[in-house]
T-cell receptor, first 114, second 110 residues
Framework: SQTIHQWPATLVQPVGSPLSLECTVEGTSNPNLYWYRQAAGRGLQLLFYSVGIGQISSEVPQNLSASRPQDRQFILSSKKLLLSDSGFYLC?????????????FGQGTRLTVV | QKEVEQNSGPLSVPEGAIASLNCTYSDRVSQSFFWYRQYSGKSPELIMSIYSNGDKEDGRFTAQLNKASQYVSLLIRDSQPSDSATYLCAVAGGSYIPTFGRGTSLIVHP
């Protein structure tokens, strides 16, 4: 069955420190992959999406970047975190067996920048 | 810019009542519409999808779509305290990437 693994589940990082969040997908091949962020009191904001290895599209200019080194691996990074980077980061892909527009989410990483 | 608007709430209903959640969207070419439920601290989970005008029922849930009015709603019948959560509306068009609203907080009190 389709599974999205995200780690870590929670993270507290100081301002100016680097960040690396990892997402791996099982049970599906060559999926579109998405990174969303949910800040406190705000909706889900699409940060990046990828249609294949090495193919990354950015939706919002920011100090974050994404990479897709393998078909089922999607990484979100930052060289220097800002306070405004705090939020709930969710990796998603189209739900297996459904239309491409149905998003299926991992369990998320809650990032607090202090 | 594609926008999906929801009243943030909270919407408070007594147990056993009907909860009505509403959503409007700006992109007229949108084709796919979804309702997700998100419990506090958890990731969203899909509860309903609807693609054509009219009503779609699944158990206690009914999704309603009116493309002419760019409006989608979710009705929850016989609301239970376990239905207390944030409900996210999502809309997708030609790019296939869903755009989400901010969500409506629902509280079902005993």
């Amino acid at each position: 069955s389709q599974t999205i693994h995200q780690w870590p589940a929670t993270l507290v990082q100081p301002v100016g420190s680097p960040l690396s969040l990892e997402c791996t997908v099982e049970g599906t091949s060559n999926p579109n992959l998405y990174w969303y962020r949910q800040a406190a009191g705000r909706g889900l904001q699409l940060l990046f999406y990828s249609v294949g290895i090495g193919q990354i599209s950015s939706e919002v200019p920011q100090n974050l970047s994404a990479s897709r080194p393998q078909d089922r691996q999607f990484i979100l990074s930052s060289k220097k975190l800002l306070l405004s980077d705090s939020g709930f980061y969710l990796c998603a892909c189209p739900r297996q067996g459904a239309w491409d527009t149905e998003a299926f989410f991992g369990q998320g990483t809650r990032l607090t920048v202090v | 810019q594609k926008e999906v608007e929801q009243n943030s709430g909270p919407l408070s209903v007594p147990e056993g009542a009907i909860a009505s959640l509403n959503c409007t969207y700006s992109d007229r070419v949108s084709q796919s519409f979804f309702w997700y439920r998100q419990y506090s601290g958890k990731s969203p989970e899909l509860i309903m999808s609807i693609y054509s005008n009219g009503d779609k029922e699944d158990g206690r849930f009914t999704a309603q779509l009116n493309k002419a009015s760019q409006y989608v709603s979710l009705l929850i019948r016989d609301s239970q305290p376990s239905d207390s959560a944030t409900y996210l509306c999502a809309v997708a068009g030609g790019s296939y990437i869903p755009t989400f609203g901010r969500g409506t907080s629902l509280i079902v009190h005993p």
